[in-house]
């Protein structure tokens, strides 16, 4: 849980409200709350970066966090960039990718990454209940009219592979979503684009790399914890997560 101390920072006039208990997406046996941010009230990369320090996360424009009465599964992680070092297999995944050209993109629509985000999900995805069959709801699934927000392309002698969706904040980047292509899946894609978020965090000397809920019990989770050191927040502050090879 948040310490309630840890809220001071935020305007007094920032409004939260608490979702009726529902159905965990992660851990379908528990029940689940989220605390909202009030969606009509003034929001900016600069307010979005205090609130992300808290734990807090965006979808679209939302910005919410798990704030479960009998649970703290969810756990906010991030990456300290400067002291970040890959193992044996991330330094592989870095080195079988290093043929990818990479373009950093405004947040707006382009029909080859829907259709690479169509195929990704109905791939990898396919019971989970999101809608990719509606240009519109895919682009406020991941953009914002109000965060800065970059498309990151990842191609391969032209061919788009991947697309990691970052946030550009005050002190870091966080990671907002990746697809890519299921038929490139012997790349590790999905570990090369936290790779390259982390390099680019340094590139830009910014400190941290976002990486969204961790939770222990959860396999789809379990590739989060290979990023060495991992901080999590809990208890009112960010700490080292203490964890084996």
């Not at 919410?64 to 330094?91: H, V």
Request: aromatic residues 14%; hydrophobic residues 35%.
């Amino acid at each position: 849980m948040t310490s309630p101390h840890a809220f001071s920072a935020l305007p007094a006039d920032l409004v939260f409200y608490a979702s009726p208990p529902h159905e965990c997406s992660y851990l379908p046996e528990r029940e689940a709350v989220t605390l909202f941010a009030d969606p009509h009230s003034p929001m900016s990369p600069s307010l979005y970066s205090v609130l992300a320090e808290l734990g807090f996360r965006r979808s679209g424009n939302y910005v919410y966090r798990p704030r479960c009465p009998t649970c703290d599964a969810c756990r906010p992680a991030r990456i300290p960039a400067a002291e970040f070092t890959p193992d044996r297999s991330q330094r592989r995944t870095w080195q079988r990718n290093r043929d990818l050209a990479v373009s950093v993109l405004p947040a707006e629509y382009h029909e080859e990454h829907y259709q690479l985000y169509r195929k990704y999900i109905h791939s990898r995805h396919a019971d989970g209940g999101m809608d990719v069959d509606d240009p519109a709801r895919y682009l406020d699934f991941l953009g914002s009219r109000w965060m800065d927000t970059r498309f990151v392309e990842f191609r391969l002698q032209g061919r788009l592979l991947m697309v990691a969706v970052i946030d550009l904040m005050r002190d870091g980047l966080s990671a907002v979503y990746t697809f890519f292509d299921p038929d490139a899946a012997s790349r590790s894609l999905g570990t090369h684009a936290v790779l390259w978020q982390v390099e680019e965090a340094r590139w830009r000397n910014l400190p941290y790399v976002y990486l969204g809920y961790w939770i222990n019990e959860s396999p789809r989770m379990a590739y989060k914890k290979r990023f060495r050191p991992l901080e999590i927040y809990r208890s009112g502050g960010w700490q080292k997560l203490a964890l084996e090879r």
